[in-house]
């Protein structure tokens, strides 16, 4: 089993920032991607960023040059920092990694539960 645990979220005005974490954690052999999606009410979930054990990092258009993914490697941890927020960011967020699990070698996907931002005007 793997657990992605995430933190960060929150209430907070137009034009501040947020920083999320997400943590991977359980029968890990190796994490090839971990990136965060959003889903608000009405919408389906959309990608916001991803990012490769390489570095590679792929954004949705409209939080390019507002938002930054990183990560750690060692500590499974992926962070998205979120800066210039603006109400149509608000939205639950979820952190996914892409997993090679220990005991068969086999890839999977998993989610964390989710953590609510919610950007005023």
């Known amino acids: 089993q793997v657990q992605l645990v995430e933190s960060g979220g929150g209430l907070v005005q137009a034009g501040g920032s947020l920083r999320l974490s997400c943590t991977a954690s359980?029968?890990?052999?190796?994490?090839?991607?971990m990136g965060w999606y959003r889903q608000a009410p009405g919408q389906t979930r959309e990608l916001v960023a991803t990012?490769?054990?390489?570095?590679?990092?792929n954004y949705k258009d409209s939080v390019k040059g507002r938002f930054t993914i990183s990560r750690d490697n060692a500590k499974n941890t992926v962070y998205l920092q979120m800066n210039s927020l603006k109400p149509e960011d608000t939205a639950v967020y979820y952190c996914?990694?892409?997993?090679?699990?220990?005991?068969?070698?086999?890839?999977?996907?998993?989610w964390g539960q989710g953590t609510q931002v919610t950007v005023s005007s």
């Open positions: 996914q990694s892409v997993v090679v699990v220990t005991f068969n070698r086999g890839t999977y996907q998993y």
């Open positions: 359980g029968n890990i052999f190796s994490v090839a991607v």
């Open positions: 990012i490769t054990s390489g570095g590679n990092i």
